[in-house]
Each structure stands twice: as structure tokens, then as C-alpha cells.
């Protein structure tokens, strides 16, 4: 059994999708959340300049989408077939791409704002219409079991409802998804001892 180090910033951003991975499976892993007073000497160290990170025994990966990858795989939440692999992946890739249009980086407020409210109005939709004619009637997103599809999805929609209460209102089907994900036990249990935070 490997040894796991994850580290990141005390809040859920890139770094939750790994966590639900961590907990569903129920593998131990060291949780090296730092602090953003201690970011820049810790910025010092990595080889990108980037978290999170994930410490496997001796190697170091970087990637947040890399990270959840390789952890699904090695717990068999990937996809069943290298063709469910494929659909998963585009899955967590196309939401991936709408989630990186939000400003997060942008200091000015005003410009943040507005640049928000535009993604909402123009490109959110775009995302919920085809998860929500993608996922259909059925339970997960691939196949007939979770994958960490339906993790990432669930991850981000925390994010989307915090920045748009209603958003999710007139897709049930995903707002289901995103509360199946939250009952299953493990991750039940994670959400509730994680820190608490907007992020």
C-alpha cells in the first residue's frame, strides 16, 4: 500500500475532488492543508509553483485533474472500459472548462462581477443543459455504477449554488445526482468534518 500526501489550502477548490475520492475508497492519506500566510515559502519548493499536490511515497504529481485520475483508477472509479474512461474523462474535462471561464484570480471586484454574471448568463447553461441531457434518467453519469465523474460534478456544484443559489432549480435530475453523491456514507462523513468554507 502506498503512502499518500495531499497538499493544499484549507478550503474544497481543486483539491475536493481527490478528498471525495480518498473517502469513498477509504484509503488513508495525509492532509497537509496549509495556510495562505504560509503559501509563498511553500510556493518556494514546487517545481510548478502550483497546487494541489499529491506525495505517492517518493513521487510527486502535480495537476488536480491528474490527481483524481490516477487515484479513480487505482480504486476502480474510473470507468469499467477504456471507452467509460473516455466518457468520464470528457465529463470532468468539459466541466473543467467552464468552471476555469469564473474570474477567480481577478482582484478587481467590479470587473469579477461582471465577468461572473456573463458566465452565468451565457456559458453555465450551456454546461447544466448537456450534463442534464447527458446523465438522462439514470443514476450516474457513465455506466451503471459512480465514478468520479459524479464526484467532480458534485464538487463543483457546491461552488455553482454558492456563487447562484437557484442555479441548479430547474435541473432536478442534477441536483439529485449531486445529493446521491453527498449521501453515500464515506463522503457523508467527510463533508461533515471538513473544514467550512466558501470555496
Not at 455506466?143 to 442555479?167: K, Y
Amino acid at each position: 500500500m502506498s503512502n499518500y500526501q495531499l497538499t493544499y489550502f484549507k478550503i474544497r477548490g481543486r483539491a475536493e475532488t481527490a478528498r471525495y475520492i480518498f473517502a469513498y475508497s477509504g484509503i488513508k492519506y495525509e492532509e497537509n492543508m496549509i495556510e495562505m500566510a504560509d503559501w509563498p515559502n511553500i510556493k518556494k519548493s514546487l517545481l510548478f509553483k502550483q497546487i494541489p499536490v499529491l506525495k505517492v511515497d517518493d513521487t510527486v504529481l502535480n495537476q488536480s485533474t491528474a490527481i483524481a485520475r490516477y487515484l479513480a483508477k487505482e480504486t476502480g472509479i474510473a470507468g469499467k472500459s477504456n471507452l467509460e474512461q473516455a466518457q468520464v474523462d470528457a465529463i470532468v474535462d468539459t466541466i473543467n472548462d467552464f468552471m476555469n471561464m469564473f474570474p477567480w484570480t481577478e482582484k478587481d471586484l467590479a470587473v469579477k462581477q461582471k465577468i461572473t454574471e456573463d458566465v452565468f448568463a451565457n456559458n453555465i447553461p450551456l454546461l447544466l443543459d448537456g450534463l442534464s441531457e447527458l446523465l438522462g434518467d439514470r443514476m450516474w453519469f457513465v455506466g451503471d455504477s459512480v465514478t468520479w465523474a459524479d464526484f467532480h460534478w458534485a464538487v463543483c456544484s457546491i461552488t455553482l449554488t454558492n456563487l447562484s443559489a437557484g442555479i441548479l432549480q430547474n435541473y432536478p435530475t442534477l441536483l439529485a445526482l449531486k445529493e446521491r453523491v453527498e449521501s453515500l456514507p464515506k463522503i457523508a462523513a467527510w463533508i461533515e468534518q471538513r473544514p467550512k468554507t466558501p470555496l
